[in-house]
C-alpha cells in the first residue's frame, strides 16, 4: 500500500516539474496572430498572411514566427472571387521587406480572396484564403 501512494506522489510530481513542451494536447502559437499592419490575419503552416485593404490597392504581408519573409524570395498572386461569383486573378509586385502589392486591386464585402504564395527557390506552394 505505501509503495502505490509512493508511486503516485512521485508521478503526481514528474507532472508537474514536466516542461509544458511535453504535455499532450497543449497547442502553442508559431507568433503574434495580431494584425501589424491594420489588416486581416491568416495562418497556413507555419505562415503568417496579413491581408490589408488600401486607397491605392491590396498589401499582402507576410512571415513566420514573427520573422518577415523577404518577398523577393517568392511570387504571389491574388485570386479574388466575388460574391456573384465572378473570379479574377492578379499577380502581385514584391515591394519592400515582407510586402507584396497589388495596386488598383479594390475588395468588395462577400468576396473570397486566396492569397497563392509560391517560394522562388523550392517551388513550394502555400495558400491563405480570406473571406471579406
Known amino acids: ?3 502505490s501512494a509512493f ?6 510530481s514528474l507532472l508537474a516539474a514536466a516542461p509544458a513542451a511535453v504535455i499532450p494536447g497543449t497547442a502553442y502559437a ?14 497556413s503552416g507555419e505562415t503568417l498572411f496579413e491581408l490589408v485593404k488600401g486607397a491605392k490597392g ?9 520573422e518577415p519573409l523577404p518577398a523577393s ?3 504571389a ?23 507584396f502589392a497589388a495596386p488598383g486591386v479594390k475588395l468588395q464585402a462577400g468576396s473570397k480572396v486566396v492569397v497563392s504564395l509560391v517560394e522562388k527557390s523550392s517551388g513550394t506552394k502555400t495558400f491563405a484564403t480570406f473571406k471579406l
Open 30 to 43: 508559431h507568433g503574434s496572430m495580431k494584425p501589424q499592419h491594420g489588416g486581416m490575419v491568416q495562418m
Open 58 to 66: 491590396v498589401d499582402v504581408y507576410i512571415s513566420e514566427e514573427d
Open 73 to 75: 524570395e517568392f511570387s
Open 77 to 99: 498572386k491574388l485570386i479574388v472571387t466575388s460574391a456573384s461569383g465572378a473570379k479574377a486573378t492578379t499577380a502581385m509586385n514584391a515591394a519592400k521587406a515582407n510586402r
Open 1 to 3: 500500500m505505501k509503495t
Open 7 to 12: 508511486s503516485a506522489l512521485f508521478a503526481a
